[in-house]
């Protein structure tokens, strides 16, 4: 019996260890930039200049669907499927768009590329393109995230917008930062467009 709590023991001790690591690691990953110009109790609002994204389209209605699919596909072609065969570093965070008019994921690039730099996608189903520059509101949570706890902060984000007489535009989209088998220090968010004047 001692032998057994000291061996859990020590499994418990290298995993909080392993995810303790993970996490550190992954708050090196380059994020894509932006700079808030306005907190409010429990979001803010950011200015996010020109970003270039490799994108999916997919006709996913749902998170389980397109986080699937559609991670794999960008994760293919930074991996080394693109003309070049050339590995490109994972940013964060990831984008998705879920909506029944069709959805969308995005990997941001690094900022060492633009449209011209970057290989080609041997799947051409992944898209590179440059995102227009814009204002967003952003509310941040954090765990695993799911369609109830999507759902959850883009209702509270939009009446949090509704409460400031801030005018969101478009769809409430998601921001993932972290890789699955990371357990702790997870962060997420809820942005949607919005109208803003400096």
């Known amino acids: 019996m001692k032998k057994m709590l000291i061996t859990l023991l020590v499994i418990f001790v290298v995993l909080i260890a392993l995810q303790s690591f993970m ?45 699937g699919s559609g991670f794999r596909k960008i994760a293919g072609y930074i991996f080394g499927n693109n003309e070049a065969s050339a590995k490109i570093a994972m940013t964060s965070p990831v984008h998705m768009d879920i909506n029944q008019d069709g959805s969308s994921m995005s990997f941001v690039m690094p900022s060492e590329y633009d449209i011209k730099s970057l290989p080609r996608p041997n799947d051409a189903k992944v898209e590179i393109h440059e995102s227009p520059s814009e204002y967003a ?62």
């Open 23 to 67: 996490a550190i690691s992954t708050s090196n990953v380059e994020k894509q930039k932006y700079r808030v110009v306005k907190k409010e109790s429990g979001f803010e609002v950011r200015f996010y200049p020109p970003a270039t994204f490799a994108t999916i389209r997919s006709s996913a209605k749902n998170y389980r669907e397109l986080s």
């Open 137 to 198: 509101a952003a509310i941040e949570f954090g765990g695993y995230a799911n369609d109830e706890t999507i759902s959850k902060y883009a209702e509270q984000l939009k009446k949090s917008l509704e409460e400031k007489g801030i005018k969101p535009i478009g769809h409430y989209r998601y921001l993932g930062y972290n890789p699955p088998y990371q357990l702790i220090g997870r962060k997420n968010e809820v942005i949607v467009a919005v109208e803003w004047k400096e």
